[in-house]
């Protein structure tokens, strides 16, 4: 069964810095992206950044130059540093991964999501 476990979430005071872990277990299949979304009350999901699995990188314009993503490909892990966090950061932050799964000998695949359960982010004084 694949699990996707998100940790590392919790209060901070404006200004501050937070690290977000998440680790895939459980899949068979190889990861290709990884990345976190977060979802504010009364707002949509949106993206916080994202890593392919060669390392490329983007991020939302709001948290560019302030957050930064990076993965461990052997363990499934991808880690969100967050820096200079400011009161509109606050959210529930989900981690996604895609897995590339093949469907038949010739190759063919698909890609299907896998979701965290997320992780609270509170960002006050």
């Known amino acids: 069964q694949v699990q996707v476990v998100e940790s590392g979430g919790g209060l901070v005071q404006p200004g501050g810095s937070l690290r977000l872990s998440c680790t895939v277990s459980?899949?068979?299949?190889?990861?290709?992206?990884m990345g976190w979304y977060r979802q504010a009350a009364g707002q949509q999901r949106e993206l916080v950044a994202g890593?392919?699995?060669?390392?490329?990188?983007n991020y939302g314009d709001s948290v560019k130059g302030r957050f930064a993503v990076s993965r461990d490909n052997a363990q499934n892990t991808v880690t969100l540093q967050m820096n200079s966090l400011k009161p509109e950061d606050t959210a529930v932050y989900y981690c996604?991964?895609?897995?590339?799964?093949?469907?038949?000998?010739?190759?063919?695949?698909?890609?299907?999501?896998?979701w965290g359960q997320g992780t609270q982010v509170t960002v006050s004084s």
């Open positions: 996604k991964a895609v897995e590339k799964v093949v469907v038949n000998v010739e190759g063919a695949y698909r890609y299907r999501e896998r």
């Open positions: 459980g899949s068979r299949n190889s990861i290709n992206t």
């Open positions: 890593i392919t699995s060669d390392g490329i990188t």
